[in-house]
C-alpha cells in the first residue's frame, strides 16, 4: 500500500485495546530485550549443532572410527540440555509477547499470527526428532539413528524462517490496511513473505552457524593450546572451526546486502547507525566518538568521509537521509547504544572473517592447521566474540527500531500492557535467568569434564 | 470457521492437558515419594518415562497460544493483560521445571539429584494450578475485553479459580499414575506398577470427590457457569465425562492400564468439550462472542491451510515418536535415582534385564 497512507494512519492508530496507561515502558522492553538476549544465543545452537553432529556421525560412520562416535555423542548430549533452555526460554517469549504487549498482538496477531503458527509445527517436529536421535543412540539401526537426525537440521531452518518473517515484518509491515483506525483487507501470506525477512534470515542463518562453531572450536582450542593433541580433541576443533571459518566471511557480504535492505526501506535506522543529524550527500561514518543529542553532532570519534554513503547505496556520492527526516517524536532515542553496537558487530565481524579467511589460506597453501599460538588463542575467545556480535546486531536493529513496534505504524508505547508491577518482573526474570545461564554453565563444564570413554564404552583411540 | 479454530485451541488445551499434565502431574508424585532411598525407584521411573517424551509434550503449550493470538487476537491480548499474575508464575514454574528435570537427568551426586528434584517437582505443582486458576478466571467471567481492565489478583484469586486450580494439580496427578502404571506394565516392573496404581486410585476418587463438592463451589461463586455446566450439552459431557472417569478407575483397578491411558484421555476431552459448551456462544463470559472474538476469514483459513498441511507432517512424526516409546526403544535403562550414586546393596532388587538389547 501507498506509504504516505500509513503515515497519515500512524498519528493517531493505537489499535484495538485503546492506548495504555503505562509508565513503566522502558521495563517491559527491558524485559523483552533480556528474554530474547538469552535466548537467540540459544538458537544458534539450534540452526547450526545439529549440522555439525551429523556431519561426525557421518564420519564415524564411513570410517568406523569410535572418536567421531564419542564426538557425535557427547555433543548431542550438550544439543539436548541447549534444546530443553531453549524450550523453555522460548515459550517465556510467548507469553511475554502476550504479557508484555497485549495491544500490539490484540490488533496485529491475526495479521502476523500465521508465522508463528508454522514456527510452532517446526518446533514441534524438531522436538520429536531431538528426543529420537539423542534417547536413539544404540538403539536404533546406524543408517536409520542419522537419518532421523536429517529433520532437526530442515525444523532448525524454518523454525528461524518464520521467527524472522515476523520480525521482517514489524520493520516493513505489510499484508494489511488501516483505515479509519481499524486494521483491515488482511492478507496474512503478504504478510508472512514481506520481503524484509530474507536478508535477515540469511545474516541470522550464518550467525548461527558462527556462533556454534566458534563456540564449540574454542572449547577444543583451549585443550589444545594447554597441549591435548589427541585425535578426539583435534577432530572436535576443525569440524566446527571449518564452519564457522567458512560462514564468517560470507557473512560480511549478507551483512553488507542487510545494511543496503535497511538504508533503502528504513532510512531512520540506518541514520541512527552513524547519528547523521542531516540529510548528506556523502556522508561520512564516525568509528567511536559520541553523538552528542543537544548538539546533534558527533563528538571526537575518527571520521571516514563518504563511508556511509558507500556502505549504504556502494556509491561515495550518495544521498543519504538524516535523522532530521522525520520529527524527533519518531527517532530512536538512544542513538548511542545503536551506534555503538552496530560499531561492535561489525568490527568483531571483521575480526572473525579475518581469522577464517587465514585459516582457510593456511589450509589451502600447506594442507594443515595453523601453527601459531596466537590463531588459537583468538579461537577460545572468538565464541564468546561472536555472540557479542550477535546480540549487538540484534540491538542495532531492534533499538534502530524504535519507537515503533509495527514500523511507521504502532508505537511501542502503545503496544504495552496497562498492568502494573513491571520492574518487579524485570528483577524476578533477570535473577531467573542468571542462575539458568550459572547452572547450564556449571552442567556444559561437568558434562565436558567426563573421559569420551563414557560415550562409547571403549577406548577411544588417541594419536 | 471460527469454530473450526476453536475446536483446533481445545484440541490443543486437551493435549497439552492430557500429555503435558501427565509430565506436570509425575512432578506430585516426585514430589511425595518420600527420602531419597524410599523414593528412589518411583523417581527412576518418572526419569526414564518423562525423559524423551516430555518436550514434545510440552509444545502442544506453544500451539495452543499460537492459535489463540492468530484466530482469536482481543480475547489473547485480554486474558493475557488481566491474568499476567498467574500466566507469569506459570511462566516461571515453566522454567524451573524443564530446566532442572534436564539438570536432574545428568546430576553426579544424590545432593544435586535432591536439590534439581525438589525444583522441578515443586514447579510441576504449580505450573498446572497456575493455569487451573487462569481457566477459572476466564470461566467465570472475570475478564474484560480491554488492556488489563480486570482486577490483577481478585480475578484469580477466588472460589472458582481456585477450585479449578486445585483439582487441575490432582487430575494431573491421576493422569500421570495411569501413565506411570501402565508404562512400568510395559517395562516388566510389578512393583512400580502397583506403586502407581494404587495412586491412581487415590487421586482418581480424590479429583472425583472435588469435582463434585466442586459444583456447590460453582454453583454460589460463579452461577452461570453452574447452569452451562447443567444443561444441555455442557451437561452431557459433564455426565459423560464422570462416567468415562469411573470406567477408568475401574480399569486401573482390573489392571487393563493400556486401555486406561486413552479412557482418562478421553475424559479430560469431555471437560474441555463442557466447558465450551456451558460458555457458548461466548470466549469471555458476557464480555465478547466467540464470532466477535474471531479473526477474519481470510486470515482462519490461512490458519487451517497451514495446520492442516502442519498436521500432515506431526502426525506421523508423533506416531513414530509414540511407536518407537510405548515399544521401548528409547527409554533409558531402569535405574532408581538414587541407585546411580551408590554402590548396590543385598537390599537392592536385582537390576531388571534390558527388553530391547
Given at each position: 500500500?501507498?506509504?504516505?497512507?500509513?503515515?497519515?494512519?500512524?498519528?493517531?492508530?493505537?489499535?484495538?485495546?485503546?492506548?495504555?496507561?503505562?509508565?513503566?515502558?522502558?521495563?517491559?522492553?527491558?524485559?523483552?530485550?533480556?528474554?530474547?538476549?538469552?535466548?537467540?544465543?540459544?538458537?544458534?545452537?539450534?540452526?547450526?549443532?545439529?549440522?555439525?553432529?551429523?556431519?561426525?556421525?557421518?564420519?564415524?560412520?564411513?570410517?568406523?572410527?569410535?572418536?567421531?562416535?564419542?564426538?557425535?555423542?557427547?555433543?548431542?548430549?550438550?544439543?539436548?540440555?541447549?534444546?530443553?533452555?531453549?524450550?523453555?526460554?522460548?515459550?517465556?517469549?510467548?507469553?511475554?509477547?502476550?504479557?508484555?504487549?497485549?495491544?500490539?498482538m490484540?490488533?496485529f496477531?491475526?495479521?502476523?499470527?500465521?508465522?508463528?503458527?508454522?514456527?510452532?509445527?517446526?518446533?514441534?517436529?524438531?522436538?520429536?526428532?531431538?528426543?529420537?536421535?539423542?534417547y536413539?543412540?544404540?538403539?536404533?539401526?546406524?543408517?536409520?539413528?542419522?537419518?532421523?537426525?536429517?529433520?532437526?537440521?530442515?525444523?532448525?531452518?524454518t523454525?528461524?524462517?518464520?521467527?524472522?518473517?515476523?520480525?521482517?515484518?514489524?520493520?516493513?509491515?505489510?499484508?494489511?490496511?488501516?483505515?479509519?483506525?481499524?486494521?483491515?483487507?488482511?492478507?496474512?501470506?503478504?504478510?508472512?513473505?514481506?520481503?524484509?525477512?530474507?536478508?535477515?534470515?540469511?545474516?541470522?542463518?550464518?550467525?548461527?552457524y558462527?556462533?556454534?562453531?566458534?563456540?564449540?572450536?574454542?572449547?577444543?582450542?583451549?585443550?589444545?593450546?594447554?597441549?591435548?593433541?589427541?585425535?578426539?580433541?583435534?577432530?572436535?576443533?576443525?569440524v566446527?572451526?571449518?564452519?564457522?571459518?567458512?560462514?564468517?566471511?560470507?557473512?560480511?557480504?549478507?551483512?553488507?546486502?542487510?545494511?543496503?535492505?535497511?538504508?533503502?526501506?528504513?532510512?531512520?535506522?540506518?541514520?541512527?547507525?552513524?547519528?547523521?543529524?542531516?540529510?548528506?550527500?556523502?556522508?561520512?561514518?564516525?568509528?567511536?566518538?559520541?553523538?552528542?543529542?543537544?548538539?546533534?553532532?558527533?563528538?571526537?570519534?575518527?571520521?571516514?568521509?563518504?563511508?556511509?554513503?558507500?556502505?549504504?547505496?556502494?556509491?561515495?556520492?550518495?544521498?543519504v537521509?538524516?535523522?532530521?527526516?522525520?520529527?524527533?517524536?519518531?527517532?530512536?532515542?538512544?542513538?548511542?547504544?545503536?551506534?555503538?553496537?552496530?560499531?561492535?558487530?561489525?568490527?568483531?565481524?571483521?575480526i572473525?572473517?579475518?581469522?577464517?579467511?587465514?585459516?582457510?589460506l593456511?589450509?589451502?597453501?600447506?594442507?594443515?592447521?595453523?601453527?601459531?599460538?596466537?590463531?588459537?588463542?583468538?579461537?577460545?575467545?572468538?565464541?564468546?566474540?561472536?555472540?557479542?556480535?550477535?546480540?549487538?546486531?540484534?540491538?542495532?536493529?531492534e533499538?534502530?527500531?524504535?519507537?515503533?513496534?509495527?514500523?511507521?505504524?504502532?508505537?511501542?508505547?502503545?503496544?504495552?500492557?496497562?498492568?502494573?508491577?513491571?520492574?518487579?518482573?524485570?528483577?524476578?526474570?533477570?535473577?531467573?535467568?542468571?542462575?539458568?545461564?550459572?547452572?547450564?554453565?556449571?552442567?556444559?563444564?561437568?558434562?565436558?569434564?567426563r573421559?569420551?570413554?563414557?560415550?562409547?564404552?571403549?577406548?577411544?583411540?588417541?594419536? | 470457521?471460527?469454530?473450526?479454530?476453536?475446536?483446533?485451541?481445545?484440541?490443543?488445551?486437551?493435549?497439552?492437558?492430557?500429555?503435558?499434565?501427565?509430565?506436570?502431574?509425575?512432578?506430585?508424585?516426585?514430589?511425595?515419594?518420600?527420602?531419597?532411598?524410599?523414593?528412589?525407584?518411583?523417581?527412576?521411573?518418572?526419569?526414564?518415562s518423562?525423559?524423551?517424551?516430555?518436550?514434545?509434550?510440552?509444545?502442544?503449550?506453544?500451539f495452543?497460544?499460537?492459535?489463540?493470538?492468530?484466530?482469536?487476537?482481543?480475547?489473547?491480548?485480554?486474558?493475557?493483560?488481566?491474568?499476567?499474575?498467574?500466566?507469569?508464575?506459570?511462566?516461571?514454574?515453566?522454567?524451573?521445571?524443564?530446566?532442572?528435570?534436564?539438570?536432574?537427568?545428568?546430576?553426579?551426586?544424590?545432593?544435586?539429584?535432591?536439590?534439581?528434584?525438589?525444583?522441578?517437582?515443586?514447579?510441576?505443582?504449580?505450573?498446572?494450578?497456575?493455569?487451573?486458576?487462569?481457566?477459572?478466571?476466564?470461566?467465570?467471567?472475570?475478564?474484560?475485553?480491554?488492556?488489563?481492565?480486570?482486577?490483577?489478583?481478585?480475578?484469580w484469586?477466588?472460589?472458582?479459580?481456585?477450585?479449578?486450580?486445585?483439582?487441575?494439580?490432582?487430575?494431573?496427578?491421576?493422569?500421570?499414575?495411569?501413565?506411570?502404571?501402565a508404562?512400568?506394565?510395559?517395562?516388566?516392573?510389578?512393583?512400580?506398577?502397583?506403586?502407581?496404581?494404587?495412586?491412581?486410585?487415590?487421586?482418581?476418587?480424590?479429583?472425583?470427590?472435588?469435582?463434585?463438592?466442586?459444583?456447590?463451589?460453582?454453583?454460589?461463586?460463579?452461577?452461570?457457569?453452574?447452569?452451562?455446566l447443567?444443561s444441555?450439552?455442557?451437561?452431557?459431557?459433564?455426565?459423560?465425562?464422570?462416567?468415562?472417569?469411573?470406567?477408568?478407575?475401574?480399569?486401573?483397578?482390573?489392571?487393563?492400564?493400556?486401555?486406561?491411558?486413552?479412557?482418562?484421555?478421553?475424559?479430560?476431552?469431555?471437560?474441555?468439550?463442557?466447558?465450551?459448551?456451558?460458555?457458548?456462544?461466548?470466549?469471555?463470559?458476557?464480555?465478547?462472542?466467540?464470532?466477535?472474538?474471531?479473526?477474519?476469514?481470510?486470515?482462519?483459513?490461512?490458519?487451517l491451510?497451514?495446520?492442516?498441511?502442519?498436521?500432515?507432517?506431526?502426525?506421523?512424526?508423533?506416531?513414530?515418536?509414540?511407536?518407537?516409546?510405548?515399544?521401548?526403544?528409547?527409554?533409558q535403562?531402569?535405574?532408581?535415582?538414587?541407585?546411580?550414586?551408590r554402590?548396590?546393596?543385598?537390599?537392592?532388587?536385582?537390576?531388571?534385564?534390558?527388553?530391547?538389547?
Open positions: 500500500m501507498d506509504p504516505t497512507v500509513l503515515l497519515a494512519a500512524a498519528g493517531d492508530f493505537t489499535g484495538k485495546l485503546g492506548s495504555p496507561d503505562q509508565s513503566d515502558l522502558v521495563w517491559a522492553r527491558e524485559t523483552q530485550a533480556l528474554s530474547l538476549a538469552v535466548h537467540i544465543p540459544l538458537v544458534c545452537f539450534g540452526i547450526a549443532f545439529p549440522a555439525a553432529i551429523l556431519f561426525m556421525e557421518g564420519l564415524y560412520l564411513r570410517t568406523g572410527d569410535l572418536t567421531y562416535k564419542a564426538l557425535a555423542k557427547r555433543w548431542s548430549k550438550v544439543m539436548l540440555i541447549l534444546f530443553a533452555v531453549g524450550v523453555v526460554t522460548g515459550t517465556i517469549l510467548s507469553f511475554e509477547f502476550g504479557l508484555l504487549w497485549p495491544n500490539f490484540a490488533t496477531g491475526d495479521v502476523f499470527g500465521l508465522a508463528f503458527g508454522l514456527e510452532g509445527f517446526s518446533f514441534f517436529i524438531e522436538a520429536i526428532f531431538i528426543a529420537i536421535y539423542v536413539g543412540w544404540d538403539r536404533l539401526p546406524k543408517r536409520t539413528h542419522l537419518l532421523v537426525g536429517i529433520p532437526i537440521i530442515i525444523t532448525g531452518l523454525g528461524s524462517l518464520t521467527v524472522l518473517a515476523v520480525n521482517g515484518w514489524m520493520n516493513n509491515p505489510v499484508g494489511f490496511e488501516i483505515v479509519n483506525g481499524e486494521v483491515t483487507n488482511i492478507r496474512p501470506w503478504e504478510a508472512l513473505f514481506n520481503s524484509y525477512f530474507w536478508h535477515e534470515l540469511a545474516h541470522m542463518y550464518f550467525a548461527g558462527m556462533v556454534m562453531g566458534f563456540t564449540v572450536a574454542g572449547v577444543y582450542a583451549f585443550a589444545w593450546l594447554r597441549g591435548n593433541r589427541t585425535k578426539y580433541v583435534r577432530a572436535g576443533m576443525i566446527p572451526l571449518t564452519i564457522a571459518c567458512l560462514a564468517a566471511p560470507v557473512q560480511v557480504v549478507i551483512g553488507d546486502w542487510a545494511g543496503r535492505e535497511v538504508a533503502q526501506h528504513q532510512p531512520v535506522k540506518l541514520a541512527t547507525f552513524e547519528g547523521l543529524p542531516e540529510t548528506t550527500k556523502g556522508a561520512p561514518f564516525h568509528f567511536f566518538g559520541w553523538y552528542n543529542k543537544s548538539t546533534q553532532e558527533i563528538e571526537g570519534g575518527i571520521q571516514i568521509p563518504d563511508m556511509l554513503s558507500i556502505l549504504a547505496f556502494h556509491d561515495p556520492n550518495a544521498t537521509k538524516g535523522l532530521d527526516s522525520v520529527p524527533a517524536d519518531d527517532r530512536p532515542g538512544p542513538i548511542n547504544v545503536v551506534r555503538f553496537a552496530f560499531q561492535a558487530m561489525v568490527g568483531i565481524g571483521t572473525l572473517a579475518a581469522a577464517g579467511v587465514f585459516y582457510a593456511v589450509f589451502l597453501r600447506f594442507k594443515r592447521l595453523p601453527r601459531t599460538k596466537w590463531f588459537f588463542r583468538l579461537i577460545v575467545v572468538a565464541g564468546p566474540l561472536a555472540m557479542v556480535a550477535l546480540i549487538c546486531g540484534w540491538i542495532t536493529t533499538v534502530g527500531r524504535q519507537p515503533w513496534i509495527v514500523y511507521e505504524i504502532m508505537r511501542v508505547e502503545d503496544a504495552v500492557t496497562a498492568a502494573s508491577s513491571l520492574p518487579v518482573a524485570f528483577g524476578v526474570v533477570a535473577a531467573v535467568y542468571i542462575a539458568l545461564a550459572g547452572t547450564v554453565a556449571w552442567l556444559l563444564r561437568r558434562l565436558a569434564k573421559p569420551p570413554e563414557v560415550e562409547v564404552g571403549a577406548q577411544v583411540e588417541a594419536s | 470457521m471460527a469454530e473450526v479454530c476453536l475446536g483446533l485451541a481445545l484440541l490443543a488445551l486437551t493435549a497439552y492437558a492430557v500429555l503435558a499434565g501427565a509430565d506436570l502431574g509425575a512432578g506430585f508424585w516426585d514430589l511425595t515419594a518420600g527420602g531419597a532411598k524410599r523414593g528412589g525407584r518411583v523417581r527412576g521411573m518418572i526419569q526414564r518423562m525423559s524423551p517424551v516430555w518436550e514434545a509434550n510440552h509444545v502442544w503449550l506453544i495452543l497460544l499460537v492459535v489463540l493470538w492468530t484466530a482469536f487476537p482481543v480475547f489473547f491480548g485480554s486474558i493475557m493483560s488481566t491474568l499476567y499474575v498467574p500466566l507469569f508464575g506459570a511462566a516461571l514454574g515453566i522454567i524451573f521445571r524443564g530446566t532442572a528435570f534436564a539438570v536432574r537427568g545428568q546430576a553426579a551426586t544424590i545432593n544435586e539429584a535432591r536439590v534439581f528434584g525438589a525444583v522441578f517437582a515443586t514447579s510441576s505443582v504449580l505450573v498446572p494450578f497456575f493455569f487451573g486458576t487462569v481457566v477459572g478466571a476466564i470461566a467465570s467471567g472475570q475478564v474484560p475485553v480491554g488492556n488489563a481492565l480486570g482486577a490483577p489478583m481478585d480475578s484469586l477466588n472460589p472458582t479459580s481456585i477450585l479449578i486450580g486445585v483439582l487441575a494439580v490432582v487430575s494431573c496427578a491421576y493422569i500421570s499414575a495411569v501413565y506411570l502404571a508404562d512400568a506394565a510395559a517395562a516388566d516392573l510389578p512393583d512400580m506398577v502397583e506403586a502407581f496404581r494404587w495412586r491412581a486410585l487415590g487421586a482418581g476418587v480424590v479429583a472425583g470427590a472435588i469435582a463434585i463438592g466442586g459444583l456447590a463451589v460453582v454453583h454460589s461463586d460463579a452461577r452461570h457457569l453452574y447452569d452451562g447443567t444441555g450439552g455442557g451437561l452431557v459431557f459433564v455426565i459423560a465425562s464422570a462416567v468415562i472417569g469411573v470406567l477408568t478407575l475401574v480399569l486401573v483397578w482390573t489392571r487393563r492400564l493400556a486401555v486406561a491411558r486413552f479412557t482418562s484421555a478421553a475424559a479430560v476431552v469431555c471437560i474441555t468439550v463442557g466447558w465450551a459448551f456451558a460458555q457458548s456462544p461466548d470466549l469471555l463470559p458476557g464480555e465478547l462472542t466467540l464470532d466477535d472474538a474471531a479473526a477474519a476469514n481470510a486470515t482462519l483459513t490461512a490458519l491451510i497451514s495446520v492442516g498441511v502442519g498436521l500432515c507432517v506431526l502426525v506421523p512424526s508423533l506416531i513414530y515418536l509414540y511407536r518407537l516409546v510405548l515399544k521401548g526403544t528409547l527409554q535403562e531402569f535405574e532408581p535415582l538414587d541407585q546411580r550414586f554402590p548396590l546393596t543385598a537390599s537392592d532388587e536385582p537390576p531388571p534385564t534390558e527388553p530391547h538389547p
